[in-house]
């Protein structure tokens, strides 16, 4: 939470109903934002992986290798990390 909701969310009892109100639905224009950004950003992701994924089965098809030497490597490093 940033410094002005913060701010905003201090003496409570002092403010009047109108004023709770607006804070409210200040709050809930945020979130709606924010949701639709997330939205957004899920949809680039979902796009993203679809593809990375038509990309593999076409490696796939045409017979390559889709593990790499470097995929490897990283994966030695990662499990040697995990047993120490």
């Not at 224009?29 to 680039?44: F, I, M, P, T």
């Amino acid at each position: 939470m940033d410094e002005d909701n913060a701010l905003i969310l201090t003496e409570l009892s002092e403010k009047s109903d109108e004023e709770l109100k607006t804070i409210m639905n200040k709050l809930d224009q945020d979130e709606q934002k924010l949701s639709y950004e997330r939205r957004l950003l899920h949809a680039k992701i979902d796009i993203l992986k679809a593809e990375l994924t038509a990309r593999l089965k076409e490696k796939h098809r045409q017979g390559k290798s889709l593990v790499t030497g470097r995929d490897l490597e990283r994966l030695t490093e990662i499990l040697a990390r995990d047993l120490r």
